[in-house]
């Protein structure tokens, strides 16, 4: 069973960065794929990230330009580097992964989730 932890939201004004982290942990031989996605009030969960364990990625329109996805795989991390943010940006951000199971199955995991506030 894995399991994902996020760090790192808060309230930021318009213009600022923030920077969310998450870290997954648990038993797993490895992951496929790690990556962000946002929930806004009233509104659908969407994209924000995903970065494979080959590093290649893949971002939502809405944030092309101003967020970063990075990972460190030896920690099994994954960092959101969020510049220029707007009070769109204001959501809950989930951290997600699928994951080959010790058994060679796949498995997904969501993190309970982070409050992203952009305002002033």
């Known amino acids: 069973q894995v399991h994902l932890v996020e760090s790192g939201g808060g309230l930021v004004q318009p213009g600022g960065s923030l920077r969310l982290s998450c870290a997954a942990s648990g038993t797993f031989a490895s992951d496929i794929v790690m990556g962000w996605y946002r929930q806004a009030p009233g509104k659908e969960r969407e994209l924000v990230a995903t970065?494979?364990?080959?590093?290649?990625?893949t971002y939502g329109e809405s944030v092309k330009g101003r967020f970063t996805v990075s990972r460190d795989n030896g920690k099994s991390t994954m960092n959101l580097l969020m510049n220029s943010l707007k009070s769109d940006d204001t959501a809950v951000y989930y951290c997600?992964?699928?994951?080959?199971?010790?058994?060679?199955?796949?498995?997904?995991?969501w993190g309970q989730g982070t409050q992203v506030t952009v305002s002033t």
């Open positions: 997600m992964g699928n994951f080959f199971g010790v058994d060679g199955a796949v498995y997904a995991a």
């Open positions: 970065i494979t364990s080959d590093g290649d990625m």
